[in-house]
């Protein structure tokens, strides 16, 4: 390889490390100007469906000015333990007041052989009534003068709402802990804070939560319906 290669390679190689350069400032300046836009952040998440096939939601908001943080669910989260519920099997994250279709729900209630993390469990419903909890109370360190903490609300908007990065116009949990002026805090994990642990005693029923059946009866009557 001659010097003249060499040459043209290392300017090439500048001339994208320049231009990656520009990128990143493009978007960090059109984050921050979505973040000083917005007066709340605010979204849910689709939980499963009561046996009266009602879709059961978490919903979380947050007040830019104020840093009040709300979180709460549409149903007894103990509802979603009966046996003829059904659970999310995939996340299903949207802004607080956007429409969904009864088509977007039965995707997310469809099991995959490959789960991305976004399956709810037990496991799901007692964290988030974790969560609820230390909102509830303004708990320490999730929380300093009754507002919440970058660390929390990272916890939470991560069950919850992450936000969506991929639109020009909207912003996620990252841009508000940026731009937002929550206070840092300590660090932090929520096993800090009591466990939470939902029963099916109201259920009345100790037998276990069959999704594959209950599911497939479901959708069949779906398909036919629609």
């Not at 919903?59 to 979603?80: G, V």
């Not at 496991?123 to 903490?149: C, M, W």
């Not at 996620?172 to 096993?191: A, I, K």
């Amino acid at each position: 390889m001659n010097n003249k290669t060499k040459l043209f390679g290392l300017q090439k190689e500048v001339a994208l490390k320049r231009q990656d350069a520009i990128e990143r400032r493009n978007l960090k300046s059109r984050n921050e100007v979505n973040a000083a836009r917005f007066v709340t952040y605010s979204g849910k998440r689709f939980l499963g469906l009561t046996p009266n096939k009602q879709p059961v939601w978490v919903k979380l908001s947050l007040n830019k000015e104020s840093k009040f943080l709300t979180m709460s669910t549409t149903h007894n989260l103990e509802i979603l333990l009966d046996k003829h519920s059904l659970l999310a099997q995939s996340r299903l994250s949207i802004k607080l007041n956007q429409k969904i279709s009864d088509f977007d729900l039965n995707v997310a209630l469809k099991e995959y052989r490959k789960n991305e993390g976004g399956k709810v469990t037990k496991f799901t419903l007692d964290y988030i009534q974790r969560l609820i909890g230390v909102i509830e109370l303004k708990s320490y360190p999730a929380f300093v003068k009754n507002k919440p903490t970058k660390l929390f609300f990272q916890y939470a908007a991560s069950c919850v709402y992450p936000g969506d990065s991929n639109l020009d116009n909207e912003i996620t949990w990252r841009d508000v802990c940026t731009y937002w002026s929550l206070p840092t805090g300590d660090y932090f994990t929520m096993e800090k804070f009591p466990k939470v642990v939902i029963s099916n005693e109201r259920t009345n029923d100790s037998s276990e939560y069959q999704h594959d059946r209950h599911i497939k009866d479901y959708l069949s009557i779906e398909s036919r319906l629609s």
